[in-house]
């Protein structure tokens, strides 16, 4: 292995190490059975006014699929009004043939998260 190639894998290494140590030593997000006490745990972690790349990156670091949707309503507003959101999917295994499926917005107004709205249901067999 040359010197470059040497420094390169360390390089990648080491970061890999700070990035899965930066989320591993932070406080977890604890997903509760309800929306609303679901949305309280998420608000300690991602607050109003902050920036909705940094809920996306907290969120896929916890293993949700996220999206951004534009001009589309979602339940929990009108269905006339329409939003710019980020959306947030996890499915977490409940037993052997049902999941927990957790999915959160977060409403977009000029690249800052404006509101939260949480659902936590149950899917499966």
């Excluded at 700070?18 to 679901?38: D, H, M, W």
């Excluded at 940094?54 to 589309?72: G, H, Q, R, S, T």
């Excluded at 947030?88 to 998260?113: H, M, P, T, W």
């Amino acid at each position: 292995m040359s010197k470059k190639q040497y420094v390169f894998l360390l390089l990648i290494t080491l970061s890999l190490y700070c990035v899965i140590g930066a989320f591993l030593s932070g406080e977890k997000i604890r997903y509760q059975e309800n929306p609303k006490e679901t949305k309280k745990e998420i608000l300690k972690h991602i607050a109003i006014n902050d920036s909705i790349a940094k809920a996306k990156k907290i969120m896929e670091l916890d293993y949700f699929k996220c999206e951004m949707v534009f001009n589309k309503s979602f339940l929990g507003i009108g269905a006339d009004e329409k939003k710019d959101f980020l959306w947030c999917d996890k499915k977490v295994g409940a037993s052997l043939f049902v999941e927990r499926r957790y999915q959160v917005i977060f409403v977009n107004n000029n690249g800052v998260v404006s509101d939260i709205y949480a659902s936590v249901g149950l899917t499966g067999l």
